[in-house]
């Protein structure tokens, strides 16, 4: 058996059954594992049975949708652990980081978090190698250190009550190798739930933004993050970002556009 940790990991999901498994496969570290689904209509929940079944420490809950910061917080509180981490359906721990976690947990009194690398798979290519990381984020927390700002709708992180270090070693593996048909949709869905945020929160109009944006995501991912290294699937992964920082900066200039001039038809008036 696998020696436990004092960590509870906790996962929202909706119709995840085909990436839950490998996801809870790489957490047999964890004391606990809290899944909260949102009503999925797939496997999902008989998936996460047979792990029970098998005596997996997984306690296994439904709240209807409250948002991904809503829906993680909650998720959060439900952890008994002294210490939380933050995992998605489509992401594995990977072997560096199984190793490292030990010594995360023995972090000085004063750290209260960690934040982690992640490296996406890149169709054509695999996972992307551990040289080329996304910016890392605050997935490790100590328990009742650390909350979600209700307020963002996408994007949503934790923000932490004290000091978070950034793991040395070791990634979170994303899993989720969208053709880019459907990940132009996935970009869609977030640059709109982005825009409505930041248009709700009275950002102002920026239309530079539209100009210079865009190329500036792409020379982060692909440049300065490493992507190059990945050929052109590196290539399409960070003009996908690109498009996303469009379609952020254009929804903003629209809405404004919109509440400053309302559309109407005058071509009868002319």
Known sequence: MTPKLPLSAFIICLNEEAYLGNCIESLSQCAEIVIVDSGSTDGTAALVQSYIDKGWPIRFMY?????????????????????????DADERLDEALKAL?????????????????????LIGYGYTPENVRERRNLR????????????????????????????????????????????????????????????????ALRPHKMLFGPPLYFYRLYFRNGLWRCGFPGFIEAMTGAVYAFLTAAKVYQRH??????????????
């Open 257 to 270: 556009a919109l509440k400053n001039r309302p559309n109407v038809d005058d071509a009868l008036s002319r």
């Open 101 to 121: 976690l030990p010594s995360l947990l023995n972090a000085p009194a004063d750290i209260v978090g960690w934040r982690v690398a992640r490296r996406p798979y």
């Open 140 to 203: 490790l927390i100590r328990n009742g250190c650390g909350r979600y700002d209700l307020d963002q709708k996408v994007h949503e992180g934790i923000i932490p009550d004290g000091k978070a270090g950034a793991a040395r070693t070791g990634s979170l593996l994303h899993y989720r190798p969208l053709i880019i048909d459907e990940q132009i949709l996935k970009e869609n869905k977030y640059s709109t739930l982005k825009a409505d945020q930041q248009f709700a929160e009275g950002r």
């Open 63 to 87: 709240e209807p949708w409250r948002g991904y910061a809503g829906q993680k917080q909650f998720a959060l509180e439900q952890c008994g652990q002294p210490w939380c981490f933050n995992i």
